[in-house]
């Protein structure tokens, strides 16, 4: 089962969170038939998504990432919310590149380093919050550590990893997110990124059966972490009928006109899962009529 944990060392001085992402990434990749790389790339991108809801407030408060860095994917969007509900797509699922390394998958190649990263928060304010950093490496996780160490102000690092088996599929992916408060020593800081720099990646961990609880005691090497939180984790997406229906409206009263002339009918397809909706003639009618 897919889920995310937080946690909190004893002296309060260091913030964690951990996710297992396998299932909704495999589910993601086959329902928007990825290459191996841009399955990596999307995987990488929802594990961050899952992440950083769990950092949201509120059960109504939901997060974008928006990521294009100028490579062959395009751009890759992911959203969540603080229930553990999951989206995300890419621009060009099929793009792919060759292995930078045997058996390394080139995605900042693919993602591209000349762009940025965006994360919208709807907070139920008035306006939502924007971050925006420039991409770092378009690897996902050095550019989730400059969002939050430039734009949030939290140092912070991020380790996230999808690895894909030979039949294609997503054989294990999940990541982490590591942040210092305030109060951490500069011993217990430097010690930290000394340990981070020998760990093993993230996808080979879960692939051996780590948990996101043990993941967080074998990076942070301490069994006496206080977890605070999980959260089960899954990809859903909460389009319908009736919200496409009020992007069709936007078009405004002209745009309708000329698609119910020309076409008799209109199509819409879900970015996030493919799903399509049909409105027929007389539904295009009625939408006109609707509008002054």
């Keep these: 089962m897919d889920y995310a944990v937080r946690a909190m060392d004893n002296r309060g001085s260091i913030r964690a969170f951990a996710a297992v992402t396998t299932q909704l990434a495999g589910q993601a990749a086959k329902l928007h038939r990825c290459s191996p790389t841009s399955s990596a790339a999307l995987g ?53 590149l060759p292995l930078k390394a045997p058996g390394k998958l080139d995605v900042g190649g693919l993602v591209g380093k000349d762009g940025y990263l965006t994360v919208i928060k709807d907070l139920g304010l008035k306006e939502p919050y924007i971050g925006k950093v420039e991409l770092v490496s378009g690897e996902i996780g050095e550019d989730m550590a400059a969002y939050f160490t430039y ?41 930290l990124q000394e340990r981070l720099m020998g760990v093993k990646p993230v996808s080979a961990m879960i692939d051996e059966g780590y948990s996101p609880e043990s993941i967080l005691e074998y990076v942070l090497q301490d069994s006496s972490l206080k977890f605070l939180e999980s959260q089960s984790l899954k990809f859903n997406c909460d389009c319908s009928k009736e919200r496409l229906e009020k992007v069709l409206i936007s078009l405004g009263k002209e745009e309708l006109r000329n698609m119910l002339e020309k076409e008799g009918q209109a199509e819409l397809v879900c970015h996030f899962c493919n799903s399509r909706y049909l409105f027929k003639a007389d539904q295009l009618e009625k939408l006109i009529n609707m509008q002054i």
């Design 44 to 96: 990488r991108s929802l594990t961050a998504a899952s992440l950083m809801g769990l950092m949201l407030k509120s059960q109504n408060n939901r997060l974008t990432l928006q990521i294009v860095g100028g490579g062959p994917i395009g751009g890759i969007v992911a959203a969540a919310n603080a229930r553990g509900e999951v989206k995300g797509y890419v621009h060009a699922p099929q793009a792919d």
């Design 151 to 191: 734009s949030e102000q939290i140092p912070t690092a991020v380790a996230l990893g999808v690895l894909v088996d030979t039949d294609l599929s997503v054989r294990s992916a999940g990541g982490y997110i590591i942040q210092l408060m305030p109060d951490v020593s500069d011993g217990e800081a430097d010690k």
